[in-house]
């Protein structure tokens, strides 16, 4: 199937008016309390930050997608600013999620 980028463009806009969406510096505390079950990353996140977030989840057995798009379209789609990573905490939005990605 591939890559439906419109597809979860709109997604995540859904999701974040559901507020299934966390962000920011909340995102690494939902990853260590095991609260999110799958981080998005853009692709113009800076190397420390993007290498510092992988750890994070990879140790926390997370699943996380890196590189979809940029935080321009990212934050246009989830209606908010300078957001680089995202994660998602609803079993169903992740199923929405993966079906628009793979």
């Known amino acids: 199937m591939g890559l439906e980028l419109e597809k979860l463009l709109g997604?995540?806009?859904?999701?974040?008016?559901?507020g299934k969406l966390v962000y920011g510096e909340k995102l690494f505390d939902h990853i260590k309390q095991n609260k999110v079950k799958i981080v998005l990353t853009t692709s113009d996140m800076g190397?420390?930050?993007l290498?510092?977030?992988?750890?994070?989840?990879?140790?926390?057995?997370i699943r996380i997608i890196n590189n979809l798009f940029d935080s321009?379209?990212?934050?246009?789609?989830?209606?908010?600013?300078?957001v680089k990573s995202i994660g998602v905490n609803d079993d169903n939005f992740v199923k929405l999620i993966l079906k628009n990605v793979e």
């Open 11 to 18: 997604s995540l806009g859904m999701i974040s008016s559901a």
């Open 47 to 49: 190397k420390s930050q």
């Open 51 to 61: 290498k510092k977030i992988n750890d994070k989840a990879n140790f926390y057995n």
């Open 72 to 82: 321009k379209t990212l934050n246009k789609a989830i209606g908010r600013n300078n």
